[in-house]
């Protein structure tokens, strides 16, 4: 879960960085797909996928998918029917998993899949393209821009050849969490209900956020990205430990209330405060070591921003440390001070080797030049707190 808190900070950053004409680092509908780079394929005439040039004219049905997910098992049957039905055609079906490849080969040893998989994928990848629970399935046209957010169960014959002939419509491109009350499309909307399930699926824009079986602090991360750390309270942990069923959206031109909206619902809804504050805070602050910074190389001019992870190492291209802060808060679950001046532009790697501070702050003065010193400092915290009640 760390990890994905992790890559759902990055790729906001890289979102906000990037310029118009590069990929964006998170899928958006009917914009280019993100990068994808697979190192693995099986079933494919590729060793590698490394560029959507690699797949150029061709439809994409990107599946997310796990051994251990029994919807994704229960699914395979189908995704085989359709990659069978519509072999030799300009589609491909790529089945990506971040399971190792021994893993996935003892799999296939019971079950047959036809179309092409990817074992051992990055972290990064789930990201980028908005995977929150398996199954998730992402469409990508021919001309490699995202054509839906969608389900496996819900990709049908139609779906395929509307997606080859570029007018894909999905009625699972609504709310995840459907309310079949109304077929209008609300103009303002709060929703949010206890959700049994562990794995879901999530679309969210710059005002609004839908989604199945999502954690409570995904949810609070996606509205309130300004925040270093997110403080419950004991009287709140049942709360902040749970999975929701949520829709909540506001028009764009209303976006700047958005915050305020969501923070009204939950108190209505499940009686929390939610304050974000100023707060004097046990940090972690990132330092340069006295001989200086080391293993970073200035990027050129035009370079697409990018972070990403693959097992221990962390790799950046464009960007300063402020990354590398999000990464040492998740392992050391402390918020990170970035006081080194180091200005982004810049691409290194980091090597954790592991997730402790001793072995981190060892490697840093290694690898980087940089180190860490524990200190206090005013960051931003949210506050979860129950609701005062009201006595009479």
């Given at each position: 879960m760390?990890k994905?808190a ?11 960085s990037?310029k118009?004409?590069?990929r ?25 996928l ?5 797949l150029?004219g061709?439809?994409?049905?990107l ?6 997910c029994e919807?994704c ?19 491909v079906?790529?089945s ?6 021994t ?7 019971e ?23 398996r199954?998730?399935t ?9 054509a ?18 570029g ?13 079949s ?7 303002a ?18 005002a ?7 954690p409570f ?9 300004s925040a ?21 959206s ?19 809804a499940?009686g ?6 100023k ?14 910074i080391k ?34 808060k ?24 592991s ?11 290694v ?10 400092r005013k960051?931003?915290v949210l506050?979860?707190?129950?609701k005062?009640?009201?006595v009479?």
């Amino acid at each position: 879960m760390k990890k994905n808190a992790l890559l759902m900070s990055l790729l906001f950053i890289a979102a906000c960085s990037a310029k118009p004409e590069e990929r964006p680092a998170i899928a958006q509908k009917e914009k280019p797909a993100p990068v994808l780079e697979l190192k693995k394929l099986i079933n494919s005439n590729l060793k590698e996928l490394s560029d959507w040039r690699d797949l150029k004219g061709k439809a994409v049905v990107l599946e997310f998918w796990a051994s251990w997910c029994e919807p994704c098992v229960d699914n395979i049957p189908h995704i085989n029917g359709l990659a069978e039905k519509f072999r030799g055609k300009p589609v491909v079906f790529i089945s990506v998993t971040d399971e190792s490849e021994t893993v996935v080969r003892g799999f296939m040893k019971e079950h047959e899949m036809k179309g092409w998989i990817a074992p051992e994928a990055p972290a990064s990848v789930f990201k980028s393209f908005r995977v929150y629970g398996r199954p998730h399935t992402v469409l990508i046209d021919k001309t490699s821009k995202v054509a839906a957010f969608t389900y496996p169960s819900e990709v049908t014959e139609n779906t395929i050849e509307s997606l080859l002939e570029g007018k894909i419509t999905l009625h699972s491109d609504a709310p995840a969490v459907e309310d079949s009350t109304s077929a209008a499309k609300p103009l303002a909307e709060f929703y949010i209900a206890r959700s049994a399930k562990k794995s879901g699926r999530a679309s969210y824009g710059p005002a609004s956020i839908s989604a199945s079986a999502m954690p409570f602090f995904f949810i609070l991360q996606h509205v309130f990205k300004s925040a270093d750390k997110i403080e419950p309270d004991k009287e709140t942990a049942d709360i902040a430990g749970a999975h929701y069923d949520v829709r909540v959206s506001l028009p764009l031109e209303n976006g700047k209330d958005y915050k305020d909206f969501f923070s009204r619902g939950l108190e209505d809804a499940l009686g929390l405060k939610l304050t974000l504050i100023k707060k004097k805070a046990e940090v972690y602050i990132l330092k340069k070591t006295p001989g200086g910074i080391k293993g970073f190389a200035k990027t050129g001019e035009g370079t697409a921003p990018n972070a990403s992870e693959e097992g221990n190492v962390f790799t950046v291209t464009g960007f300063g440390l402020d990354v590398l802060c999000q990464a040492l808060k998740e392992r050391l679950d402390t918020p990170v001070v970035d006081e080194t001046g180091v200005n982004a532009g810049y691409s290194y790697g980091f090597d954790f080797k592991s997730g402790d501070f001793k072995t981190i702050n060892a490697e840093l003065p290694v690898q980087l030049g940089l180190r860490l010193e524990k200190g206090f400092r005013k960051i931003n915290v949210l506050e979860v707190r129950k609701k005062m009640q009201n006595v009479k």
